[in-house]
């Protein structure tokens, strides 16, 4: 790698710091980054479709959370940004989620298809002013966007000093030799892996199929949803599909820091018309976008077991507990998330609860935290052991209306002969000393002196050993 790819990456790494891309107004993708699997898909799907209607300047900002548009959650906003005439920035930055049950995606919020929010260092004030008037316009919503508005202008010029202060300049000529290398890159992590082909099913509980077929050969991957069921409460958009689908495999081998056009051409994907993994407007996508995404995650995650004998990693309770807290007019949205997988060298991760304070929460809500901590697991166990989930209980020092959604994927697949599962993700509710599961998602109200257990799900245990009977976590 020559000085100036070196250069060029090193800039690309320190500009791009969270959900974000980097794309030329030709369409060639420079790079993706981000913690979101759906990223990987949905923000270059943005850049273009903001491209395809608006013709932006340099400096001007486009809006959309559409997930039919490039957008995921509706509770999360992209921005598309001419951060020059020749590139593209794509940001995707959260108002906070919430827990969403909905027959259509015009029910889970205010869904916003491209729109000019900035042009020519002018905010678009007629068009906020039409999205304040909407009933489901979040609160102080308008002067949020034009806080990001202010943001990304400032870290726009930021990048332009980085540019002006290397001396280089981004030429075509560069970028086609970076996206060879991408692709050389990944094309080699993959085959230095073994090759081979399997099919693995996942059954979600809503009754979604999902079936993947897998084959690897000579640094190319094909992914063949053939099989896979229409939506039936669960859809995902084409755009996530491919986000999920190139991360979990670019996390895997190793190549996910250079997500790009190069990098991407190591995948091939076949999806049946009309299957849940292509949903189509006006479908609602949240539980897509959360349970989905972890069904498929597994789904494929569990095919590198099976091909990859040699580097198994047991099953990963990658769909979170989401859970949402209302009373009066404050609302709070929990998220436990679940833990790792065992390998066959050592024990799974332990979930982390982050960005929750108990002091606040017990001050804002009439609940008391009797207990935040990892789960007594009995399952997940093994020669090395999953990583325990998270259990969080309260108790209601009041009336409070409640939502929730756990893992939709309870259906569980074959596993790999040396994994093993483990525990699921819980609500149960405790009353005058009786204690009752609760389901998979759902929304209720909740009496003083009542006793909610949230339970995020274990990772799945590697090898035989040491398994144990279930028990019902109290």
């Not at 049946?272 to 189509?280: F, R, T, V």
């Amino acid at each position: 790698m020559n000085y100036q790819v070196e250069l060029f990456q090193s800039l690309l790494n320190n500009f791009l710091k969270g959900e974000e891309a980097l794309m030329t107004i030709e369409g060639d993708v420079l790079a993706v980054r981000g913690s979101a699997p759906v990223s990987y898909g949905t923000l270059t799907t943005a850049a273009t479709t903001v491209s395809k209607y608006l013709k932006l300047q340099e400096g001007d900002i486009a809006l959309l959370n559409d997930p039919y548009s490039g957008g995921s959650l509706l509770s999360e906003m992209t921005f598309v940004m001419a951060v020059s005439e020749d590139l593209l920035w794509v940001v995707r930055r959260s108002l906070g989620h919430t827990v969403k049950f909905a027959k259509s995606v015009e029910e889970e919020g205010l869904r916003i298809p491209p729109m000019p929010l900035r042009q020519k260092g002018v905010i678009n004030e007629m068009i906020l002013s039409a999205m304040q008037a909407h009933p489901a316009c979040p609160a102080n919503f308008v002067q949020w966007l034009k806080d990001q508005v202010q943001d990304l202008a400032f870290q726009a010029k930021k990048l332009h000093e980085a540019i002006e202060y290397t001396g280089f300049t981004i030429t075509g000529e560069l970028i086609e030799e970076y996206l060879k290398l991408c692709k050389r890159f990944a094309t080699q992590r993959i085959s230095e892996r073994a090759s081979g082909e399997t099919r693995v099913d996942v059954v979600l509980d809503s009754g979604e199929l999902l079936r993947l077929n897998m084959e690897i050969q000579d640094g190319k991957i094909s992914l063949d949803f053939g099989g896979t069921t229409s939506a039936k409460t669960v859809s995902l958009t084409e755009s996530a599909t491919y986000g999920v689908c190139f991360h979990t495999l670019s996390k895997f081998y190793g190549f996910e820091h250079i997500a790009s056009s190069g990098s991407f051409g190591i995948l091939q994907i076949t999806k049946p018309a009309g299957c849940w993994l292509i949903g189509k407007y006006p479908a609602p996508t949240y539980k897509g976008m959360t349970c989905g995404v972890a069904a498929l995650k597994t789904a494929i995650e569990l095919a590198l077991a099976q091909i990859h004998q040699k580097h198994e990693v047991s099953v990963t309770s990658h769909c979170a507990l989401n859970f949402d807290l209302q009373y009066q007019d404050k609302h709070t949205h929990l998220t436990l998330p679940g833990g790792f997988g065992a390998t066959g060298d050592n024990e799974g991760e332990s979930a982390r609860l982050s960005g929750v304070s108990v002091e606040q929460l017990e001050r804002d809500f009439p609940v008391k935290v009797l207990r935040v901590d990892a789960r007594n697991s009995s399952g997940g166990k093994g020669k090395y052991n999953g990583g325990r989930g998270l259990i969080m209980k309260l108790q209601a020092r009041d009336e409070f209306q409640a939502a929730w959604m756990t893992d939709l994927t309870l259906h569980r697949p074959r596993l790999p002969k040396n994994c093993s599962y483990g525990d699921t993700c819980e609500v149960s509710l405790e009353q005058a000393g009786e204690q009752k599961a609760l389901p998979v998602l759902g929304q209720q109200k909740f009496k003083k002196g009542d006793i909610l257990s949230l339970c995020s799900g274990s990772g799945g245990g590697f090898g035989k050993e040491k398994i144990l009977e279930k028990n019902i976590e109290q």
